[in-house]
C-alpha cells in the first residue's frame, strides 16, 4: 500500500487566492511526522512545513499551514494568497518514528500553477 | 533554514565512466543523509541511507556495487555511479538530517545533480 498519497496531479489556483492542496497517508506508527516540499522548475527541494503526529494543533508557517486530521489519516496543505512565484511541484511526505527507516517516504506530487 | 551542497550541479559523462557527486552540510552536522534518484514528472525515489562513519543501507532494487555511497564526515557524502549507462541518466537530490533523534528532524534536500550519460 502507498504510505502517501496525493491524488491531485495538478491544480490551478488564481493568484491571491487560497488553495489546499490533498495529502493522504497510511501508517500503523503512533508516532510520526508529516512534511510538505516545494519543489520549483529548478529542481531543488524547499522544504515548508512539519506536523508531528502527537502536535495537537495544526502547523502554520507564514502563508502554509497543514490541515491535520488524524482520524481521517489526512495532512492537507494549505497556501492562503497564492503568488505567481508558488508555481512549482509539492510533494508530501511521511516519517515514521517507530518501525523505524529513517527516511521519508514521498507522495507522487501536485503540480501548482498560479494564474495571475 | 539549513544549507546543503551538493557538486556538480551537472555533469555529461560517456558511457561506461565514473561520476563523483558531492553533497555537503555547509552549517551543521549531519549525522544521516539520504541519496535521492527522481526521474522526469516523477516523485524521489530513495537510494540509501548513509550514517557517518559505517556503510550505507541501500534500498531494495538498488546496486550498491554501482551506486557507491561513502559519509567519511558528518558535513560529506559522495555518491560514485560506476561504469555509468545512459539509463543512469537521472537527476540525484541528496539530503541531509540534523538529528538522529525524533521529533521535528526536518531533512533538508540538495539543489540536485542532473547526470547525463551519452
Known amino acids: 500500500a502507498q504510505k502517501i498519497t496525493q491524488t491531485q496531479p495538478g491544480m490551478f489556483v488564481q493568484e491571491k487566492e487560497a488553495v489546499t492542496l490533498d495529502c493522504t497517508y497510511d501508517t500503523s506508527d503512533q508516532s510520526y511526522g508529516l512534511f510538505w516540499y516545494k519543489q520549483p522548475s529548478s529542481g531543488e527541494m524547499i522544504f515548508l512545513i512539519y506536523?508531528?503526529?502527537?502536535?495537537?494543533q495544526n502547523a502554520t508557517e507564514g502563508r502554509y499551514s497543514l490541515n491535520f486530521q488524524k482520524a481521517r489519516k489526512s495532512a492537507n496543505l494549505v497556501i492562503s494568497a497564492s503568488q505567481l512565484g508558488d508555481s512549482a511541484m509539492y510533494f508530501c511526505a511521511m516519517r515514521e518514528h517507530q518501525t523505524g527507516a529513517n527516511n521519508l517516504f514521498f507522495g507522487t506530487g501536485t503540480r501548482l500553477t498560479v494564474i495571475p | 533554514g539549513a544549507v546543503v551542497s551538493q557538486h556538480p550541479s551537472r555533469v555529461i559523462c560517456k558511457s561506461g565512466t565514473s561520476v563523483k557527486i558531492e553533497c555537503r552540510s555547509l552549517?551543521?552536522?549531519?549525522?544521516?543523509m539520504f541519496w535521492y534518484r527522481q526521474f522526469p514528472k516523477k516523485s524521489l525515489m530513495l537510494m540509501a541511507t548513509s550514517n557517518e562513519g559505517s556503510k550505507a543501507t541501500y534500498e531494495q532494487g538498488v546496486e550498491k556495487d554501482k551506486f557507491l555511497i561513502n559519509h567519511a564526515s558528518l558535513t560529506l557524502s559522495t555518491l560514485t555511479v560506476t561504469s555509468a549507462h545512459p539509463e543512469d541518466s537521472s537527476f540525484y537530490i541528496c539530503?541531509?538530517?540534523?538529528?538522529?533523534?525524533?521529533?521535528?528532524?526536518?531533512?533538508?534536500f540538495g539543489p540536485g545533480t542532473r547526470l547525463t550519460v551519452l
Open positions: 539530503s541531509a538530517r540534523e538529528s538522529a533523534g525524533v521529533g521535528t528532524d526536518t531533512q533538508y
Open positions: 552549517d551543521f552536522q549531519a549525522t544521516t
Open positions: 506536523q508531528g503526529s502527537y502536535d495537537e
